[in-house]
């Protein structure tokens, strides 16, 4: 079965300043998505940035990009200029069939 | 935000008691998904549906059952709730074209069972 690791619990940022959270998958298919969703206290979960296994760039969304590295199995989401609406916990996710997602890493942002 | 209203949006029930949450979609999308989110485990499927009356088992679907009699709604019922059900549930939807592999999320609902 695919499994997804967020290895980082918790992570703290600086405002304005750039910050990485990472997350490994382990699968045997070669087609696949995978996602980043943000869950802020308001436990709503909102879609921050997805990624194509075939599409070899990085998506980008305004201050958000991803590292995709597709045989390392890695995917990781970097926030550039962190704001204070970004503290939220931030959850990985794979999808080929089921969609299946990491534990979460829960980010602090830092007046 | 996509058309998805979960209720209730909190509820407190007993061991042993049947509960029924709903998740109402005004999107017309095909795929409906109930989840489960507790801590250290991020969101786990109970049960999917890919059509009216068509449902499926996720990872964690022991104790659940589900029904879709409408394109719009999907139900979720513990038929002898226990404390291990405790937990937050998420409805999702997703639909095919282009951006079919995207689930949207409704806003939860707060289980507990004492």
Known sequence: AQTVTQSQ???SVQEAETVTLSCTYDTSESDYYLFWYKQPPSRQ???VIRQEAYKQQNATENRFSVNFQKAAKSFSLKISDSQLGDAAMYFCAYRSNDMRFGAGTRLTVKP | DAGITQSPRHKVTETGTPVTLRCHQTENHRYMYWYRQDPGHGLRLIHYSYGVKDTDKGEVSDGYSVSRSKTEDFLLTLESATSSQTSVYFCAISDLGL?????????GTRLSVL
């Open chain 1, 9 to 11: 619990p918790e992570m």
């Open chain 1, 45 to 47: 979960m909102i879609l």
């Open chain 2, 99 to 107: 951006d079919k592999n995207i689930q949207y999320f409704g806003a």
